[in-house]
C-alpha cells in the first residue's frame, strides 16, 4: 500500500536536514547563494527578523509569488512561514507545495490562544519552543520538528543557549521519573501526558531538534550543536552581515565540524562584519521579545 | 552476527557530514557493527567499509570538497571496501559526481515533499517478505550501465541497484526497524574483508 504524509515522512524529511544550515532568505538570488553555500533547505520569507524588528507593523505570510520564485531558483527544500494560528496561510503555503511551514513567533500572531491544529494538514510543520513544556504542546499539535525559539533579529545568542538547555534538561528530568509520576508532571509541563510518555521513554523528542533565534557566527553555530542542536536555522546573522555568501560557507562548516575548533577557527577567518547585535534587557524592558509570543 | 571469522566487528564508516547519518549508525549497531563516524579524511583509515547516508546531495558534496575528502574516498572505493548510498548517496555515487555508479540519478525525481511516500517495496536479496520503502523527495535511477545490477523498481523506475561493491537505494532503509537492506550491504563487507584476509595471507 502507497501511502502519504505519514508521520514517519514529515520527520524523515527533517531527518535529512540534520548536520544542516537552514538559512532565510528574501529574494531568488538570496537562496542561490545559500544554496551554493552549502545551506541544506531555506526559509523563504519577505523580511529577515532583523528588518521586521526595526520596521513594526504587521508581519504576514510573504507573497505566494517570491516563494514560487524562490522555489524554482533552487533545487533544495524550500519552507516558509505562517502567523502562529493562521490556518488559512498554512494552507496557502501547503497548495504552494512548499517542503516544511514553520509556524512561527517571528511573524505577528494571528490568534492569542490557539495554534494551527497541524496534524489536518500533510504538509510538515516546524515550531519554535522556549522550554520542554512548550516543545511537547506543538508536539500535540503535530510539529514534525522543534526548534528553539531564541530571540530573532537579535544576532545574540544567549535566548537561543538558554531554550536549547531548558529543552535539553527538561528532557533529561523526564527520563528520571518513574510512570508513576508521569501524569503530575504532565500536568505541571503543561502538555498531553501521551507525548509525556513518549519522550520519558525514549530519553529524547520523537522529531529533530534544531536551534534558532539569534546565530550570528561560526562560532555561535558549533556551540550550539555542541548544546544538543540537531541542525542550526540561521535568519538575519548571513543576510545582514557584510558578506554574506562567505559567512554562509563559515556557518555550515562550522555546523559540521562542531567539534573540530581548528576548523571552526578556519572558517571563522576574514568573514567582515557580523550583523550588527542587540542587548536582550532592552527589548524586554520594551516588551519587544518575539519568544513571548505563542507559548 | 556481522563480524568475519576473527570474530571482531566490522567497522563501517558514516559519513556525517550533514543528512540522517545517525540512524544509520542505529541500524548497523543492530546488526553487530561498529559505526564510526567520519568528517575528515582520516577518519576513513581501517573502515571495512561506508555508508553516504541522506541528506541534501549539494550540501554533502560540497562538504567533501572542502574537507578534502574525494581522495580518501576514492582510495576506499578503490581498495574494494564496499559502500552503501542512500537517497542523496545514491546521487554522491553516481556517474555525475563521484563515479562509483555507472548510473545517472534523477534528483528529486519524485517530486517534492508533498509528494513523498511510503509503499511496499519487492527487493532482490532481502527475501519474499516486501520491504517498507520510505521515498523522501527521492531520486530515481534514470540511467544505467550493463554492469549494473537493479534490485528494486517503483512504477518502472529503478530504486535500488548493485555494481560491484557499491549498493545504493533511492528510499531510506535507515528510517524503518527493518535492517534487511543493510544486512546485504553487512554480507557485501564481510566477504570483501575476507577477500582482502586471503590476499594478505597469500
Redesign the interface.
Known sequence: ??????F??KT??A??????VIMDVVTPEEAKIA?E?????VMALERVPADIRRDGGVARMSDPAMIKGIQEAV???VMAKARIGHTAEAQIL?SL????VDESEVLTPADEHNHIDKFAF???FVCGATNLGEALRRLGEGAAMIRSKGEAGTGNVVEAVRHMREITTGIKRLAQLGPEELSSEAKELQAPLEVVKVVAEAGRLPVPLFCAGGIATPADAALMMQLGAEGNFVGSGIFKSSDPARRA?AI??AT??FN?PERVAAASIGLGEAMPGLEIAGLAAEDALLQNRGA | MAASAAGTPLRVGVLALQGDFEAHAKTLRLLGAEPREVRVPGDLEELDALVIPGGESTTIGKLISSAGLEPALRAHHEAGRPILGTCAGLIVCDADHLGFLDVTAKRNAFGRQLQSFEADLEVGGVGDEPLRAVFIRAPWVERHGPEVEVLASYEGRPVAVREGTVLACAFHPELTDDPRFHAIFMAMTTSARERAGEEVGR
Open positions: 500500500m502507497t501511502e502519504r504524509a505519514t514517519r515522512l524523515g524529511l531527518e535529512m536536514l540534520k548536520g544542516g544554496e553555500a552549502g545551506a541544506c533547505a533545487s533544495i527544500p501547503q507545495e512548499v517542503d516544511y500533510e504538509v510538515p560557507r555550515v562548516e559540521t565540524h573540530d
